[in-house]
């Protein structure tokens, strides 16, 4: 089945530093991925889609300049957090959509932000 | 406006006894219709999801839903629940017009007693 990674699961960092998030789809190639921030019990909010080769699309309320998103490869997107604070601690989960699969995505297991 | 609505926080079964999930949707169109589950500090795992055809969608873990066109309606049942199906459960909307852009419900926590 279509297997989506996240790097790293877990990561802590200082206020006013920055952290990359990887997603790569492992097993098929994914033109559009997604990313989603989850607060605590809280559901799913698509934070930005990410379309290979091109800019991501932002959702509104979302700042670009500080969710900067690359999708380099058809395998691979990730999501930078810029100049990181307590406020953008979260839980950040990134899908990937199989062609011809009914928008069926596939999640990734998440990483857990923490800006202390 | 789009919305997906679980109108139950949580559900608590015990275990071997028939367990049901509520969504509701307001989305123009066809939607297709999906059923994910969190298990804590994990992604969300696919369950089943309606495109079109039957609407009684089998889906994995012996978990199955409904789809109602009608009532607007897809929820999760499953016929004897299992402690381990306790979790976080989650409706998602696809539209048809905002291809691959899934609009979640809220989530409801599943609690399913020995």
């Known amino acids: 089945g279509a297997v989506v990674s996240q790097h790293p699961s877990r990561v802590i960092c200082k206020s006013g530093t920055s952290v990359k998030i990887e997603c790569r789809s492992l097993?098929?190639?994914?033109?559009?991925m997604f990313w989603y921030r989850q607060f605590p019990k809280q559901s799913l909010m698509l934070m930005a889609t990410?379309?290979?080769?091109?800019?991501?699309?932002?959702e509104q309320g979302v700042e670009k300049d500080k969710f900067l998103i690359n999708h380099a490869s058809l395998t691979l997107s990730t999501l930078t957090v810029t100049s990181a604070h307590p406020e953008d601690s979260s839980f950040y989960i990134c899908?990937?959509?199989?062609?011809?699969?009914?928008?069926?995505?596939?999640f990734g297991p998440g990483t857990r932000l923490t800006v202390l | 406006a789009q919305s997906v609505a679980q109108p139950e926080d949580q559900v608590k079964v015990a275990e071997g006894n028939p367990l049901t999930v509520k969504c509701t949707y307001s989305v123009s169109g066809n939607p297709y219709l999906f059923w994910y589950v969190q298990y804590p500090n994990r992604g969300l795992q696919f369950l089943l999801k309606?495109?079109?055809?039957?609407?009684l969608v089998k889906g994995s873990y012996g978990f199955e839903a409904e789809f109602n066109k009608s009532q607007t309606s897809f929820h999760l049942k499953k016929p004897s629940a299992l402690v381990s199906d306790s979790a976080l459960y989650f409706c998602a909307v696809s539209p048809t017009d905002s291809w691959g852009k899934f609009q979640f419900g809220a989530g409801t926590q599943v609690v399913v007693t020995p």
């Open positions: 990410s379309n290979e080769g091109s800019k991501a699309t932002y």
């Open positions: 097993d098929f190639q994914a033109t559009t």
């Open positions: 899908s990937a959509e199989q062609v011809r699969s009914y928008n069926e995505q596939f």
């Open positions: 309606y495109i079109t055809g039957d609407n």
